[in-house]
């Protein structure tokens, strides 16, 4: 059972500036506020989108009950005519954005929020909250998914990041390419595919291995993975074999050598006639790691740490910034932070993804008012990047849910297929295509 | 309103060796379970224990509902016998572990879980994920405020990670030594100072930035934190005083040269007799800025990105590994795992801190039987460092809520500055002490 609203999980300052600009009339002003990153991680090529269904999710749940509107009274955060707004709050803005899936680059407008600042504002740290965490994932995902070919990579990191950032990461890996998670939450809120072995604790509980196997085997079938390194791992496999026949759906192995040691495994279980018994290896893996077990036979890997962490990137530097809204003559105006190093393009964007032969070779941000953008005409072949996620306050439900997921792994491949080889490199380097903004 | 069961939040092979364990019987054998990590990461001199008393929230909530065993017997995940073994599940066995705000080291025994096997084997994962991403954040918070000296560093990490994680890393940084955090649900549930001050947006939305300062001191007061960095800072602090009055209580600067800016603001407030108006700095600040701010006029940190990623060290690879089980002659017996390279220390573990002129000089894990660890005495000077935190599943509760968090946060402080200095320092080298492993 989960049942919770998210409407706190929120900087204070948002409730405050609410407060500020309900009294002051800016509160009911229209705005456009866009998520983008100013650069991806040193040396990637580029980034994938992941999370966007995830705010549908949490914008359903999103009110404030009787304890949350005690708790800003009580804590002198806002005003009693605030207190007043916000009892039956409802988002009621449009949302627009890059696919799940998508491919990212420094200044994608990966998300657009549009409606009253007072409504957009109390958005920001969930809407990056959960594009920060997911893209991070879901482009480590990807990264690792490229680097192990055509084997299936199966997300078993749950233990190394918040327990339910584990179950966001799941979500994510699948949407980054990854086949399934160990994670039983993300199997069941998701309807994603749920894998497992066994873990040595398994087998010390046992007098012998023989008798884990045994009871492992009993219980879940001779299709099951047996884990074969907890004492020594070519007497496991002599015995898994004994057990379980040459049937034997899979072994685990998760220390040393992985690319030596499964060529030992995978030489011994042929010798004893277990050729169709799948190799897993697991062990702190990461794209690298993947690369260099090309030519061992692996048939699938399961990845933990770097995965939930973004392999060395566990976050994607999101912001969530203003840039176009109504003054005080009621038409929209473009406006934009100067601040050193940090200034913004003012204006709502279009995005588009421009190719030369099939082959993708430039992102195109073009900036404007809502008339100047209205009257713009991209090129005929360039594809355009951005899709609704919710119109007036009512979500496209097709992008939540199990069958989104599905929709944004198949995208995240053919849309990494679009782009020159270049961006499948592990080597440090450049985004994959430039980003050109057109400012009209 | 927050209701949730973490009893999903784990990895399926949890519940499948549960299933066949409740087969063999062997799930019913008395079990110690161990949290330690192999190594700190790269370079750290300590690690900061946080995350236990979250623990104990968790196991009040571990239940599982009538969709929840649905789903695990329509999934096949285990069978009718462990269906009716779950459906009124719960811990019964004991806790013990380090303090949260503990300092620990390789190998240092920081959870202990006791009991069967089939009730200890169902937490693996939950137990890892809280303690391996609080103790991350708690890690890196605490060598941020050391090298903040004595000024107050506050949470903003929120948007940079998961919005769960956000949760658990504003608990965290408090244990770790940080003073507040801007996440209001950490506020609600943890009873944690809550802080801030406005964001670019809401002087964006104003026609000009002298009516965004008064709206928001007619809302705030003029003890509130103005930011001023949206333009041009100079013009900022002069229209932030003309309307504030020196009485102002703060200014944020988040972007350019912090140092140098800080200073040119410190003298354009006292030159504008705003001598008591305090500055706060942000943007991704990490201990290492921190400290080439020290001699910097700069009243306090905002801390965001570097805090809830850990600093580079997103996670801090604790593992959860069966020390000691229950024989098939129903006696306890040591066991351990022999892979290579992660090797595990049979045996339940003491665990003390020695002392030489009142300053810490070594961790001294203590391993054996339980007869053995029964007839152990330690130095008289010896610090123990385990407490209970379950006993035969009743939970410690001064060891949950807001109270405990304030006893950690005191207690980091007391159990750093028993650390030689050099656990201070942040330039990479071993462990403040060392880790002797006595076994009996």
Not at 181 to 187: D, V, Y
């Amino acid at each position: 059972m989960v049942d919770y609203s998210p409407a706190l999980m929120t900087d204070m300052y948002e409730y405050t500036m609410l407060d500020a600009a309900l009294r002051d009339g800016t509160a009911n002003r229209r705005c456009v506020f866009e998520v983008y990153t100013r650069h991806l991680p040193a040396g990637r090529r580029y980034g994938v989108v992941a999370g966007s269904g995830r705010i549908l999710d949490a914008l359903e749940r999103f009110h404030l009950d009787d304890e949350d509107l005690r708790f800003l009274t009580d804590r002198r955060i806002v005003g009693a005519d605030t207190i007043h707004w916000l009892e039956d709050f409802r988002f009621s803005g449009t949302i627009r954005g890059y696919r799940e899936g998508e491919m990212f680059f420094p200044n994608s407008p990966i998300l657009q929020v549009e409606g009253t600042f007072g409504e957009c504002t109390l958005l920001e740290t969930l809407v990056l909250s959960i594009l920060n965490y997911d893209s991070a994932v879901a482009s480590a995902a990807s990264r690792m998914v490229s680097a192990a070919k055509d084997r299936p990579c199966m997300d078993m990191g749950g233990r190394r990041t918040n327990e339910w950032a584990a179950v966001a990461a799941a979500r994510a890996a699948v949407v980054g390419g990854f086949q399934g998670t160990a994670n039983l939450l993300a199997a069941q809120l998701y309807g994603l595919k749920a894998i497992g072995t066994a873990a040595h604790c398994f087998t010390l509980v046992h007098d012998g291995e023989e008798d884990a196997f045994r009871s492992q085997i009993e219980a879940l079938g001779r299709d099951t993975t047996l884990l074969v390194d907890t004492y020594n791992i070519e007497e496991a496999v002599r015995t898994a074999v004994r057990v379980a026949g040459p049937q034997l759906g899979g072994v685990r192995i998760d220390s040393g050598d992985l690319a030596a040691l499964a060529q030992r495994v995978r030489n011994q279980l042929d010798a004893l006639g277990a050729t169709s018994t799948r190799i897993t290896v697991t062990n702190d893996l990461d794209e690298y790691a993947l690369a260099a077990l090309q030519t061992a036979p692996v048939d699938s890997y399961g990845i933990g740490t770097q995965l939930v962490t973004g392999s060395g990137a566990p976050t994607c530097a999101m912001v969530y910034k203003l840039t176009e809204r109504q003054g005080a003559d009621g038409t929209m105006q473009p406006v934009a932070k100067k601040s050193k190093d940090k200034a913004s393009i003012p204006g709502r964007k279009l995005a588009y993804r421009s190719y030369e032969y099939s082959l993708a070779d430039g992102e195109h941000v073009v900036s404007g008012s809502e008339r100047s953008l209205a009257a713009f005409a991209p090129q005929s072949d360039w594809r355009d990047l951005l899709v609704t996620y919710m119109d007036h306050g009512v979500a496209d439900s097709t992008r939540q849910g199990h069958d989104a997921i599905v929709r944004a792994h198949e995208h995240r491949a053919k849309a990494l297929e679009e782009l020159p080889i270049t961006a499948q490199s592990l080597m440090r380097g450049d985004p994959a295509i430039p980003t050109t903004v057109h400012l009209l």
